[in-house]
C-alpha cells in the first residue's frame, strides 16, 4: 500500500498553513508512523523546537531566507540560579530517526564563544539524519552530533535532554552544506559524512581562533569525514586546528578537500592528552590549498595510503543506509 504523503505548511499567507514551526512539529504528532514533511515560507522564526518523531522532513523554501534560529547559551543564568550549560541550548534539538532538512538555515545568534561559552544550533541524536543544502551558524559547538559520551569530565557536564539516556549510535549525511563556528564547533560521537560542504571557522582575533571538530567517536566507530569539502575562515593563517579529541578515540578523516591557510601548520592538537595519540585516528588524503602542506604535522597524525583511502568511500561509512545514493 502506498503510503500517504502527509505535507503540512508553515506560512503567513497561505489559509491552510501553521504560523510556526513549533505549531507544525504538533500538527504532525496526529500522523506518527507516517513520513510527514514540513514545508516553511521564506521568513526568520525565533523560536525554540525539538522533534521527537520519526520520519519528519524540514523544507525551507529558501536556504539564506528561511532561517531558524535562537540565543540560548551556557553561561545563561537560570530561574534556578545555575548555569544552562551546553546541551540545554540548541535551537533544533532532533531526538528522533530518519530525518530530514534541505534549504534552511539554523542558527543559534547568542555570539562567539569566548562570551558566551557553548550555543547550540542543532543537536542532532539520531540515526539515519539526512541534511541537504543547509547552513548551521553559531559560535563555540555549533553542531552536536550526538550521542553524548558514556561519562561527563564535570559533575553536571551533561545536564540536558539526554543526560541520563542510553547512548544510540547514529548515521548522519551532510551535503552541499555550510556549517560556520569557532571552538569545537562540530562535535560529538555519531558517524558523520560530510560531502562537499564549506566548513568556516570563525574569527575571534586571538592567537588560536579554534578548532573544527572535536570528536568523541566510540571505539568501533568511523567518526567523521569530510569529502571534497572546503575549509575556510577570515582568520589570521596559521590560527586554526582542524581537530581534538574530546574523547581518546576520536576519528576524523579529511580527503580530496581545499584547507585554507587559516589552518595551523601541525594541523591537529592533542588537547593535552599525550596519551590519546596512541588512539585517535586523525586522517589526510589528497588535500590541496595553503593549508593542506603535511609536512609540520606530527608523526600520530595519519597520511593515508590510496588503499586506506578506499576504506572512507561513503557505502563504507555509512554502510546499508541508502538514503545518501
Same mark, same amino acid.
Given at each position: 500500500m502506498k503510503q500517504e504523503n502527509i505535507i503540512i505548511y508553515v506560512s503567513k499567507t497561505r489559509n491552510d498553513s501553521c504560523l510556526t514551526l513549533t505549531d507544525a512539529v504538533k500538527e504532525a504528532s496526529k500522523y506518527k508512523g507516517l513520513p510527514v514533511t514540513?514545508?516553511?515560507?521564506?521568513?526568520?522564526?525565533?523560536?525554540?523546537? =525539538?522533534?521527537?518523531?520519526?520520519?519528519?522532513? *524540514?523544507?525551507?523554501?529558501?536556504?539564506?531566507?528561511?532561517?531558524?534560529?535562537? &540565543?540560548?547559551?551556557? *553561561?545563561?543564568?537560570? #530561574?534556578?540560579?545555575?548555569?544552562?550549560?551546553?546541551?540545554?541550548?540548541?535551537?533544533?534539538?532532533?531526538?528522533?530517526?530518519?530525518? =530530514?532538512?534541505? $534549504?534552511?538555515?539554523? /542558527?543559534?545568534?547568542?555570539?562567539?564563544?569566548?562570551?558566551?561559552?557553548?550555543?547550540?544550533?542543532?543537536?542532532? &541524536?539520531?540515526?539515519?539524519?539526512?541534511?541537504?543544502?543547509?547552513?548551521?551558524?553559531?559560535?563555540?559547538?555549533t553542531l552536536f552530533t550526538a550521542p553524548?559520551? #558514556?561519562?561527563?569530565?564535570?559533575?553536571?557536564?551533561?545536564?540536558?535532554? +539526554? #543526560?541520563?539516556?542510553?547512548?544510540?549510535?547514529?548515521?548522519?549525511?551532510? +551535503?552541499?552544506?555550510?556549517?560556520?563556528?569557532?571552538?569545537?564547533?562540530?562535535?560529538?560521537g555519531a558517524t558523520a559524512y560530510f560531502e562537499e560542504c564549506e566548513i568556516f571557522s570563525n574569527n575571534?582575533?586571538?592567537?588560536?581562533?579554534?578548532?573544527? =571538530?572535536?570528536?568523541?567517536?566510540?571505539?568501533? /566507530?568511523?567518526?567523521?569525514?569530510?569529502?571534497?569539502? $572546503?575549509?575556510?575562515?577570515n582568520c589570521k593563517e596559521k590560527s586554526v586546528y582542524l581537530g581534538r579529541p574530546w574523547r581518546d578515540y576520536a576519528?576524523?578523516?579529511?580527503?580530496n578537500s581545499k584547507i585554507g591557510a587559516h589552518i595551523h601548520e601541525e594541523g591537529w592538537h592533542d588537547w593535552g592528552k599525550v596519551h590519546a595519540r596512541e588512539t585517535v585516528v586523525f586522517a589526510e588524503y589528497n588535500n590541496y590549498g595553503e593549508g593542506a602542506n603535511t609536512s609540520k604535522r606530527p608523526t600520530w597524525v595519519k597520511q593515508l595510503t590510496n588503499e586506506e583511502a578506499m576504506n572512507y568511500k561513503i557505502e563504507n561509512v555509512l554502510g546499508e543506509w541508502k538514503k545518501f545514493s
Open positions: 514540513i514545508k516553511l515560507d521564506k521568513g526568520v522564526y525565533k523560536e525554540k523546537v =525539538t522533534i521527537q518523531q520519526d520520519q519528519i522532513t *524540514l523544507e525551507g523554501e529558501e536556504i539564506e531566507e528561511t532561517i531558524l534560529t535562537f &540565543d540560548d547559551y551556557a *553561561l545563561q543564568m537560570m #530561574e534556578d540560579g545555575e548555569k544552562r550549560g551546553t546541551f540545554r541550548t540548541p535551537t533544533l534539538f532532533i531526538d528522533a530517526n530518519d530525518f =530530514t532538512a534541505r $534549504n534552511l538555515t539554523i /542558527e543559534n545568534s547568542a555570539g562567539p564563544g569566548t562570551k558566551v561559552g557553548q550555543a547550540l544550533a542543532l543537536y542532532v &541524536d539520531g540515526d539515519r539524519m539526512y541534511f541537504e543544502h543547509c547552513r548551521f551558524l553559531g559560535g563555540q559547538d553524548l559520551p #558514556e561519562k561527563a569530565y564535570e559533575k553536571n557536564g551533561f545536564r540536558g535532554p +539526554k #543526560e541520563f539516556a542510553p547512548r544510540t549510535h547514529g548515521r548522519h549525511y551532510y +551535503k552541499n552544506c555550510y556549517i560556520c563556528g569557532d571552538v569545537d564547533f562540530i562535535f560529538g575571534l582575533e586571538q592567537e588560536i581562533n579554534g578548532y573544527v =571538530t572535536a570528536p568523541s567517536t566510540a571505539k568501533e /566507530e568511523m567518526g567523521y569525514v569530510f569529502e571534497r569539502c $572546503n575549509f575556510t575562515s576519528k576524523v578523516a579529511i580527503l
